[in-house]
């Protein structure tokens, strides 16, 4: 008898894809479709730091940086990192790590897909029409009375796929809630769930705000009424509340999928169960509940009064303590452990010190006094891409290889990827720590030009970028090659504990021939194994 | 300025020191618990490394006051850290009483300033070292943020509103100025310098550059008259509208019945939309129309000026206007 089919070659033809209800599927299509929003954000970073490779604006016009940099933000955030995790791996595995067949509801998961890419055709097109330069910010009045480049077009953009987050959120909240498997109560899921559930939070109450947010703009910018350009009778500031009571959660939205991940990875390969999987759990919650609360430490120095800049400054204090849990914690479930130094744990590792680091800086940051001289600096710039670079696309990156072989089946080549997971980290960190530096002597950020002395720290910088560039294309090779000639994995090649593992690679169209019942906690490595001695 | 490599910026303020200190405090705390965390991980990852393919690692026993332990120092120091940086920020934020006010504007792509004697310079501005110094900001067009990086100091730049920053300088010399805040094409080329001075070379300076206006509130006084503003806020005006003096820093009811205070931001609203903020009594009496457009930047900072050297109403004689006749 020939092999079972899989949902990979369940269905063929083009129709099969874009018709498709399985979740599955539909996470392969996001794949696709960030991977390309991914790459034209990387392609307008390769812009950016050969213009700063010099300290004269010589390489394009101040104008074209500016789209360059703006273009690079908005692609990034909105049409990459929010979506990375919670679309493709998120959607692939939490039907299945639950124990069902599906996600809730199957056609809003597909509707949310061609959402999002109509969201990225609009900006897309704004792009190809010449670009937007209010920086991803959008701040006013620059974006509502004075540039005069595609505002209203990125911004419907943003605003539609705003909606595709929102109802992915919906989606995974409800599945969450109605769908485990018999036997799966709450604190038997996985962390990877935990997660997922505090980030469909945030894209439930968040995003619906940023989406208020570009309305008025576009009301102010198109029927110029008086909303936040004080020449019309409106308040800037009010912009940048309702910008960040969404954007500094949508940070969450980006990381906590990406911390989920990484207690999933460090247990399997550890082989034991979470240090705290309560305190993990609660965190995720914690972070996202706490992160509506801390928009203001982006304005210290807007004119905000001095009480409100204390009380955001403390609340972003209270926020890293449930980070600083989380990382004490996968730290601790190494103790112990029968640790292997697989791909995946490679980018956990690595997750762990650069989020430390970019986690701490942050602390840094909502210091106020230090935050007077650093805001606005590249201090700002390498703070967040260790969080969201080093943090968010590391435990992406770490994640799919991790799962890899339960999508496709097949392996990637293991040498490869344990030198592209080692050029990537050193590239990353040759490429943003010196811009700690660079903030901290006083350069600004969104600068086209620099004094002269600013310039070996930009050029350590692009150099580093260089590294980190040619450290994404090899997996890119990799993972295509894979899929053809990669060796098969089978259903458990990591010796890893979850119900994901239990299915066939790549799963059976609809996952599960019969439900499972769960009668363990998760990651009950030693009970597993003490099973499989006994049999 | 200096050229070649610096890892860390001149220091040339009251504030600088101050900064610098939390933050080799904040980068002490970064640094410690992240090599604790990086040790650790290799400690521990190569400490318990996999010996043999089936094994798994011991089951874990709930600690506790470990958890407790590693939530609670964190806290304390992130709690520390809050304290201090507030007590710097609260400093920095509010300019001592004997701070000597400058007016600067913001626009694409360009500082502009202007000194109380109603000096004005663009992109470069001179002041004396040691002398504690505020400068009142706004923007005529989107918004900037001005950013001395020697001085560690920084504050946006709005329309529509005044905001405040300050610093002593405590050396001479000439440091850079940056916008930090986007402003659009030539927000990179939106730069200059302050020049410190010795308060005698500062004299000089002074006596030297070009002050076309003279002095800012006697400049606003010349306007006061020339916009006619005089004819209803006079003493004895039979009360068309408020009496100027006196009334700076003063609470005023409104007619909503809201308390506010008269500050710069108060008087900016009260010339450019009088109907805003109507003084309790004044309603049926609002006539004043909006001098939208028809004042620069510099023309409401020298009517504020002027307005602010108003004494009371009883000392009147005392005034600018008056000893300018």
Redesign the interface.
């Known amino acids: 008898m020939s092999e079972r089919k899989n949902y990979l070659n369940a269905d063929y033809g083009v129709w099969s894809w874009l018709l498709t209800k399985d979740h599955k599927r539909i996470a392969l299509l996001y794949l696709l479709s960030i991977t390309v929003f991914f790459a034209l954000g990387g392609l307008m970073a390769v812009g950016i730091r050969l213009e700063l490779a010099t300290p004269q ?1 010589d390489l394009v016009q ?2 074209t940086y ?1 789209r360059l940099f703006t273009m690079h933000g908005v692609m990034m955030i909105f049409f990459f990192l929010i979506p990375s995790i919670p679309a493709v791996l998120g959607n692939f595995l939490i039907p299945i790590m639950i124990g069902a067949k599906d996600l809730a509801f199957p056609r809003l998961n597909l509707a949310s897909w061609y959402i999002f890419n109509i969201g990225g055709a609009f900006t897309l097109w704004a792009m190809l029409a010449g670009g937007v ?1 209010t ?1 991803w910010t959008f ?1 006013t ?2 974006s509502t ?3 005069n480049t595609h505002v209203i077009a990125t911004g419907v953009g943003v605003f539609i796929a705003g909606f595709a987050s929102i109802l992915t959120g919906l989606n995974f909240l409800v599945t969450i809630h109605t769908m485990r498997a018999p036997g799966l109560t709450w604190f038997r899921l996985p962390l990877f769930v935990w997660a997922h559930y505090a980030t469909s939070i945030i894209q439930i109450l968040g995003t619906p705000v940023v989406a208020i947010a570009i309305l008025l703009l576009a009301a102010e910018r198109l029927f110029h009424i008086g909303i936040f ?3 019309v009778g409106g308040d ?2 009010l912009f940048q509340h309702l910008f960040w009571f969404y954007s500094h959660p949508a940070v969450y939205i980006m990381i906590l999928p990406s911390m989920g991940v990484i207690s999933e990875i460090i247990t399997a390969f ?7 999987y309560k ?1 993990i759990a609660f965190a995720s919650v914690a972070i996202a509940v706490l992160g509506f609360l801390v928009w203001g430490h982006h304005m ?4 905000q009064s ?1 009480y409100a ?2 009380i955001f ?2 609340l972003s ?2 926020v ?2 449930p980070s ?2 989380k ?3 996968w ?11 697989e791909t995946p744990m490679i980018y956990a ?1 690595g997750f ?2 650069l989020f ?2 970019g986690g ?2 942050g ?2 940051l ?8 650093v ?3 590249y201090f700002v710039v390498a703070h967040f891409h260790y969080i969201m670079v080093g943090g968010a696309i590391m435990g992406y990156l770490g994640g799919l290889h991790f799962w890899w072989p339960k999508i496709t089946g097949r392996m990637y080549p293991v040498f490869w990827s344990k030198i592209s997971a080692i050029v990537i980290f050193i590239g990353f960190n040759l490429t943003f720590f010196p811009q700690f ?1 660079l903030g ?3 350069m ?10 600013f310039q ?1 720290l930009n050029v350590m910088s692009s150099a580093g970028a260089t590294i980190l560039g040619v450290g994404y294309l090899i997996p890119l090779v990799y993972f295509i090659w894979s899929m053809r000639y990669g060796k098969k994995a089978g259903a458990n090649p990591w ?1 890893a504990f979850g119900l994901e593992w239990d299915v066939a690679s790549p799963p059976l169209p609809h996952n599960f021939d019969q439900t499972p019942v769960v009668e363990r906690e998760a990651y009950d ?2 009970a ?2 003490e099973e499989r001695d006994v049999a | 300025m200096k050229f070649g490599f610096p890892l860390f910026p001149e220091s040339a303020s009251t504030l600088a020191p101050q900064v610098d200190a939390i933050y080799f405090f904040g980068l002490g705390v970064a640094a410690f618990f992240s090599t604790l965390i990086a040790c650790l991980i290799f400690y521990l990852a190569i400490r318990y490394r996999r010996r043999s393919e089936d094994e798994v690692g011991k089951r874990e026993k709930a600690a506790m006051w470990l958890e407790i332990a590693w939530s609670i120092i964190p806290l304390g120091i992130l709690l520390f850290m809050f304290a201090w940086g507030a007590k710097v920020y609260f400093e920095a934020r509010r300019p001592p009483g004997d701070a000597v006010e400058y007016f600067v504007t913001g626009k694409q792509w360009m500082w502009k300033f202007q000194h109380p004697e109603g000096q004005r310079e663009i992109n470069h501005l001179h002041v004396p070292v040691g002398q504690p110094i505020q400068l009142k900001m706004t923007s005529e067009d989107v918004i900037h943020s001005f950013f001395v990086p020697a001085f560690r100091i920084k504050m946006d730049v709005l329309p529509g509103r005044y905001t405040t920053v300050w610093f002593e300088a405590t050396k001479t010399g000439t440091f850079r100025l940056f916008c930090a805040e986007y402003c659009g094409a030539e927000h990179s080329r939106m730069g200059g310098s302050i020049t410190v001075m010795e308060p005698r070379d500062y004299e000089q300076w002074l006596a030297r550059a070009d002050s076309a206006t003279g002095p800012l509130a006697l400049a606003g006084a010349q306007l006061f008259e020339a916009k006619t503003c005089g004819t209803c806020h006079r003493p004895d005006s039979n009360l068309l509208a408020p009496i100027l003096h006196g009334l700076f820093g003063e609470e005023v009811t409104l007619a909503s019945g809201d308390k506010v205070l008269v500050d710069e931001n108060y008087l900016r609203e009260s010339i450019l939309d009088p109907k805003a903020t109507v003084v309790s009594g004044y309603e049926a009496k609002a006539v004043m129309p909006t001098f939208v457009g028809q004042l620069s930047e510099e023309e409401l900072v020298e009517l504020i000026s002027y307005i602010k050297s108003l004494g009371d109403a009883a000392s009147h004689g005392e005034t600018p206007e008056e000893s300018a006749g």
Not at chain 1, 300 to 303: A, I, M
Not at chain 1, 331 to 339: C, I
Not at chain 1, 366 to 373: M, N, V
């Open positions: 604006g101040p104008d500016n330069d920086g701040y009045p620059f009375s004075f540039s350009d004080p020449a800037p500031v550890s082989r034991k169960r979470i240090f705290g305190f210290f120095l807007s004119s001095v800049g204390m400054s403390v204090m209270l890293a303590v600083a849990v990382v004490f914690n730290t601790a479930t190494l103790y112990e452990g029968s640790v292997s130094w590792l762990i010190g430390t680091i701490l800086t602390v840094m909502s210091t106020l006094g230090i935050d007077i001289h805001h606005d600096t530096m901290y002597l006083g600004p950020r969104r600068y086209h030009a620099y004094p002269d002395d070996v010796g490595y030693a597993q194994h």
